[in-house]
């Protein structure tokens, strides 16, 4: 009786947390869709201050990345999007798009590259740290 519901509640847990990371999960891609990534060529490609660049492989788009500067003194560059497909992971599309933007910094003579990110994305933090960001 006791395991029964002792693995009733795990899996009520677990359902919980399933449908709340699904449910963050749409709202990002639903705020993010009515903004900016559903009108790219507006919000990155219109202004000499941002970019946005796919990585193609094999006629597929793999992989993108944004620079957006801000209105900071100086000129700080934003690195945003970084996102590559599950199954191109691991072959350097990230660091291939990472060195892009700091190219752009580069050639438009910005004065550093900024990006966030989240404790829970260890992947993400290694890549930047080949690309050169202190940790
Ligand atoms: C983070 C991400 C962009 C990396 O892209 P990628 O194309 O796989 O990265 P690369 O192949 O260029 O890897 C470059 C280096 O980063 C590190 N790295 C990348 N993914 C890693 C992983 N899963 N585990 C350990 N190290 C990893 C390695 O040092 C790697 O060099 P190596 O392959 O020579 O060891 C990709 O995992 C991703 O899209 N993740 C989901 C979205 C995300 O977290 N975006 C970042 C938002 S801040």
Redesign the pocket.
Known sequence: MCWWMMGLFLATVLYGRYFYSRHVIHRYLEHAMSNEMGDIEGFYMKSPDSCLWVAVLEDKVV?IVAAVVQQKPGGVVELQR???GRSW???????VLGRKVVEFAVTHRYSSVVLG?TAY?P??H??YQ?LGFPV
């Open positions: 992989g970084m996102s590559v992971q691991r072959r350097g599309v990230g660091m990110t994305k992947a993400a290694l890549l080949r």
